[in-house]
């Protein structure tokens, strides 16, 4: 079974750029999860996608950050304009459903550096 | 607001040892599920082991296993007879379920290294 994908792996942006993220999660899974995992401290959770609606954006920056799952299959996040501070990694995750107790599977992450 | 906090940011110890990794958490529920997951250099994060919080029973999957101390908030996981592979960074987690959402809530992490 496939895993969950995520592309680019490694993206290096100026501030004040834009830049988009991709996911693809494994299929079936209804759930996917957006992280954002900065250097030296856990994942925090950005957005939480049930098929193609949001179920949780609270720690989402909605001024600069935004993210869909049109399909409700693969997603995109994206960031724009970008500042010092976004620099870490993004990781995607996904699970069966939100409800019960579901694993979540996670991606090898976006490492995204601002200069 | 859940809390989970990881005490020890590195640990190393030789191939073959017994390893224990503490964590705390901070919480007002009584239904709740905690996690380890591992994060190899790689950075692909992976399930270690899960523990709910109704159970009394101590998880256990293969050489890993945890002390789940409800009253104290406490959910640390031992690492047995360690090999090289088990070096990763290792968090703590506590799931959170606000208005349906399933949130995980991670520590800041522990950085686990084996030697030869």
């Known amino acids: 079974e496939a895993g969950v994908a995520q592309s680019p792996r490694y993206k290096i942006i100026e501030k004040r750029q834009s830049v988009a993220f991709w996911c693809n999660p494994i299929?079936?899974?209804?759930?996917l999860y957006w992280y954002q995992q900065i250097l030296g401290q856990g994942p925090k959770l950005l957005i939480q996608?049930?098929?193609?609606?949001?179920?949780?954006d609270s720690q989402l920056p909605k001024d600069r950050f935004s993210a869909e799952r049109l399909k409700g299959v693969d997603s995109t996040l994206k960031i724009q304009p970008a500042k010092l501070e976004d620099s870490a990694v993004y990781l995607c995750?996904?699970?069966?459903?939100?409800?019960?107790?579901?694993?979540?599977?996670f991606g090898p992450g976006t490492r995204l550096t601002v200069l | 607001a859940q809390t989970v906090t990881q005490s020890q940011p590195e640990m190393s110890v030789q191939e073959a040892e017994t390893v224990t990794l503490s964590c705390t958490y901070d919480t007002s529920e009584n239904n709740y599920y905690l996690f380890w997951y591992k994060q190899p250099p790689s950075r692909q994060m992976i399930l270690v082991i899960r523990?709910?919080?109704?159970?009394?029973q101590n998880a256990t999957e293969n050489r890993f296993s945890v002390n789940f101390q409800k009253a104290a908030k406490s959910f640390s996981l031992k690492i047995s007879d360690s090999q090289l592979g088990d070096t990763a960074m290792y968090f703590c987690a506590f799931l959170q379920r606000p208005q349906g959402a399933q949130k995980l809530v991670f520590g800041q992490g522990t950085r686990l290294t084996i030697n030869p």
């Open positions: 523990q709910e919080a109704y159970k009394q």
């Open positions: 299929s079936g899974h209804a759930t």
């Open positions: 996608f049930q098929n193609n609606g949001v179920v949780d």
């Open positions: 995750a996904s699970s069966l459903q939100h409800r019960g107790l579901n694993t979540q599977y």
